[in-house]
């Protein structure tokens, strides 16, 4: 069978620097697939590479077969692929409602005709579009914020309403960029168990996390970046007893 | 044929040189605040006006210049304490419209103290046009282009030589690590405002004999040298320089071979072409936005 | 929680009206009738550019240039080639959304001040054309403009009529006629805002990135939101020309375009309501002003430069701001 997401021989240069170099991998569908390694190895690159944000120098991703290494953001999006980022990236502009209900953008038919004369077909939409929402906040943990504004809402909770967003999408893979970052233990706790969730109805995790317990707990496999190049690929007991990771991580 | 063409070209270079100047105060005042002074064009009109209505009144036209500069400079400190300092929060338009509102403050004063007439320069060496291959070249574009030549120097020394100059180039480049290291920014950011202001006086003083002055010359001016600057590429000197050249030979070209009508669409045209092609300008930084 | 996000929009809707109705109490004469007529219609107008700039944040510094193509299209295709005024002021529109789209898509993909320059570029050119093309717009001397008509009932503020038996003077009129448009105008306006195409029109402003990744076009969505706001100005500029009865270049200059931004920015960037405010205040502004004569610009762009420094915000977010903090204070008092 293809792998949901397979990524062959990627290579991003910075002006002559490389910050991704001759990286493959392949991610089943189903898994929760982790990418780890020291700051600067290149593991939010990789993760930009994937989603379109960049195009690699070298190198192609295929989602689902299709070569989409050219593909914006948007049309990854179309194809079922959403992410979060590292550096959140919330509409404060908007309340936190809608910024989860922006995650069902595709799911949207409406035309501009309905939209300005706001047909009933349009308030159908969109009072499906806020009641999944509001279960998708209850879902992912900050249900006590449907009616704020994302302005007012705490850290940790943005952090979930970034994951709301992007499961509100429908997507058949996630890419979470470092979800547990400043996060505390009962919090990264609560992460943790989320992570399970999704991956349980079936939605493919893609990961990048510096936190080892949680990682090591949750993937299915691993991927280990040092300076942009494959250090290590495997499960976690693999990547556990992998020489080069221990000397990597424990000798460095 | 060549007199035609030499005749453009040195109207071209020597409104482009004036653009020149302007499109660099823009350049300074972009990189120290990430402001665009849409009052630039004041600075110029100031220089003019001053200088004319102070010779009118019997002062030496050496020192009338002198104190339209020194005008001029306290105007730009004056612009950058208490129009731009107070309102750091506000959004990027928001500082647009202020600096609008800076302007047309600005212009009706002067309109309330030298009316709204035209007003003439005297040239500041002979008035016999100097003849090369049949084209005539007004005696003040030598001026022009000297002063503007030696400015160019001067500030390339000023950035490069003291200490004063790697302050400001040090805070456009990173605010907090300038004043890490001691730089007080709140002060570069004032003298960034008064050097614009010190370059658009000159510009404006040196081309007053060539285009005649008045109150509202600073808004077309001002235009002008944001056009260049962009042509540029905000940030950058040498672009300004080079932006502010080619928009003032493009422009006398345009007047003269196609339509002084259209003269200045063919310019917007211009600056529409250089952004389709390369965002940023000519020579503006590349970014790469990180997520 | 749903029913009052919607009653909310209809709220700022009912008071609208409710202001319109009441303005007459204060009007005596056709004068004052034409200001407030001119200021509904200049309202409508930055209606449509709030939608771009404080909803998209998108600048433009040239948006007089299509409120300008919609007035001299209107003026043109009904004075000199004798149309009826509806459907050119339909085919200004058309035309008009055309040009904002082919000029959108590529200078949309700028950001920041070099959009600014190119949209200030776009309007310098079409003012430039207006300005030289004598033939048809008379040039800097402008065009007359003949009234506005549907199905040979004309509307002029110099006329009179009876309707329902109430006698009304053309002035009275034109001002109905300018209340409902505006009205209808803020409408379309509220409900593009507040639907899933309105949140990536926002989501666009708030981080792009964020966007994209939940697959909003940002590209095709910018240029939608340019060529709506182009053809809100050039159907309102349609009715400026029939309602001055006479257009020059000047409805598409540089400085009209700096009225329009500083209109939406001066009452509030992203708040419908709030940039109405902003066109009623520079319109009447410079009336009020007219007392200091030539301190007239000095005390307006005082006055500007002030307003801009203490409520960066804009006026009526500001004034929300205070007001709910008031009452919050109030009610913490009671309690």
């Known amino acids: 069978m293809t792998a949901l997401v397979e990524v062959k021989g990627l290579d991003k240069a910075f002006g002559g620097v490389h910050a991704v170099e001759g990286v493959s991998f392949a991610v089943e569908a189903g898994q929760v697939y982790s990418v780890i390694g020291p700051n600067g190895a290149g593991k939010t690159t990789l993760f930009n590479l994937i989603t379109g944000l960049y195009v690699p120098t070298k190198g192609e991703v295929r989602l689902n077969g299709e070569n989409t290494t050219k593909l914006e953001p948007n049309q990854l999006a179309e194809r079922g692929m959403c992410r979060t980022f590292q550096q959140m990236q919330i509409c404060m502009n908007m309340t936190a409602i809608e910024n989860v209900m922006l995650g069902r953008h595709l799911q949207f038919k409406s035309s501009l005709f309905t939209t300005l004369f706001r047909l009933p077909a349009l308030l159908r939409d969109e009072k499906t579009a806020y009641k999944r929402a509001a279960d998708l906040m209850e879902y992912v943990g900050c249900g006590e914020y449907v009616g704020a504004e994302a302005s007012a809402m705490s850290y940790g909770a943005l952090k979930r309403l970034e994951i709301a967003r992007a499961l509100a999408a429908e997507p058949k893979v996630i890419l979470l960029d470092e979800p547990a970052a400043g996060l505390n233990a009962t919090e990264t706790a609560a992460l943790e168990d989320l992570i399970r969730k999704i991956a349980d109805q079936g939605i493919t995790v893609m990961l990048v996390e510096h936190d080892m317990k949680l990682v090591m707990g949750i993937s299915d496999r691993l991927l280990v970046l040092n300076y942009g190049r494959v250090l290590a690929e495997g499960t976690p007991e693999e990547i556990r007893q992998n020489p080069d990771v221990i000397a990597a991580y424990l000798g460095g | ?291 | 929680m749903l029913n009052r996000f919607m009653q909310s929009r209809l709220r700022g809707l009912v008071f609208l009206a409710l202001i319109l109705v009441i303005i007459p109490a204060f009007l005596s004469n056709s004068f004052q009738y034409g200001m407030v007529t001119q200021i509904a219609i200049l309202a409508a107008t930055v209606v449509g550019l709030n939608l771009l700039v404080g909803f998209a944040g998108q600048i433009s510094l040239g948006h007089a240039g299509f409120f300008g193509l919609g007035a001299y299209f209107t003026g043109i295709a009904t004075g000199t080639y004798g149309w009826p005024s509806v459907p050119a002021l339909l085919v200004g529109a058309i035309m008009v959304g055309i040009i904002a789209w082919v000029v959108g898509r590529p200078i949309l993909r700028l950001k920041g001040h070099y959009l600014s320059m190119a949209t200030l570029a776009v309007g310098f050119i079409i003012a430039i054309i207006l300005n030289n093309e004598r033939a048809l717009t008379g040039g800097p001397d402008g065009m007359p403009v003949p009234a506005f008509e549907v199905f040979g009932w004309e509307l002029s503020s110099f006329a009179r009529y009876s309707l329902f038996g109430l006698e009304i003077e053309g002035f009275e009129a034109w001002y109905i006629f300018a209340s409902v448009i505006l009205l209808v105008a803020v409408w379309f306006a509220l409900n593009l805002i507040e639907s899933p195409i309105g949140r990536a029109l926002r989501s666009v402003h708030g981080s792009e990135v964020a966007a994209s990744v939940v697959g909003v076009n940002t590209a095709k969505y910018k240029s939608l939101v340019f060529v709506i706001s182009a053809i809100y100005a050039s159907l309102m500029g349609s009715l400026y020309a029939h309602f001055l009865g006479f257009i020059t270049p000047a409805v598409a200059s540089f400085e009209f375009s700096i009225l329009f931004i500083t209109m939406v920015v001066l009452g509030g960037m992203g708040s419908t309501f709030g940039v109405i405010l902003g066109a009623a205040v520079l319109t009447l502004l410079p009336q009020v002003l007219a007392d200091f004569q030539e301190l007239e610009t000095v005390m307006f762009g005082l006055i500007l430069m002030l307003t801009m420094i203490f409520m960066p915000k804009g006026l009526l977010p500001t004034l929300t701001a205070i007001v709910s903090k008031r009452m919050r204070k109030k009610a913490g008092g009671e309690a």
Not at chain 2, 112 to 126: A, D, I, R, T
Not at chain 2, 128 to 156: C, D, K, T, Y
């Open chain 2, 1 to 291: 044929m060549l007199a035609e063409f030499l005749q453009y070209l040195f109207t071209g270079i020597t409104i482009g040189a004036t653009y020149a100047l302007i499109a660099l105060g823009f350049t300074l005042i972009y990189n120290a605040s990430h402001v665009i002074n849409f009052a630039q064009g004041e600075f110029l009109m100031i220089g003019g006006m001053a200088t004319v209505s102070l010779t009118a009144m019997g002062v030496p036209m050496v020192l009338a210049i002198v104190l339209a500069i020194i005008l001029a400079g306290i105007l730009g400190i004056a612009l950058q304490r208490f129009a731009i300092a107070p309102a750091k929060q506000a959004d990027v338009v928001t500082l647009i419209i202020i600096t609008i509102g800076a302007s047309i403050f600005i212009r009706g004063i002067a309109q309330v103290v030298w009316g709204k007439e035209y007003h003439v320069m005297q040239n500041f060496s002979s008035d016999e046009p100097i003849r090369v291959f049949g084209a005539v070249l007004n005696s003040q574009s030598l001026w022009v282009l000297g002063v503007g030549a030696v400015v160019v120097v001067a500030l390339v020394l000023f950035f490069t030589k003291t200490l004063t100059g790697k302050a400001i180039l040090a805070t456009s480049m990173n605010k907090e690590a300038a004043r890490l290291v001691g730089v007080r920014t709140q002060m570069v950011l004032m003298l960034a405002f008064l050097v614009s202001a010190l370059l658009g006086s000159v510009a404006g003083i040196v081309v007053a004999p060539i285009t005649f002055t008045s109150y509202d010359i600073g808004i077309i001016l001002g235009l002008k040298g944001f056009v260049a600057a962009a042509i540029g590429g905000l940030g950058s000197g040498v672009g300004a320089v080079v932006g502010g050249l080619a928009l003032g030979i493009v422009e006398a070209m345009a007047a003269g071979y196609i339509s002084s009508d259209y003269k200045d669409a063919v310019a917007f045209s211009m600056i529409l072409l250089v952004l389709f092609f390369m965002p940023r300008g000519l020579f503006g930084p590349k970014v790469v936005e990180r997520v």
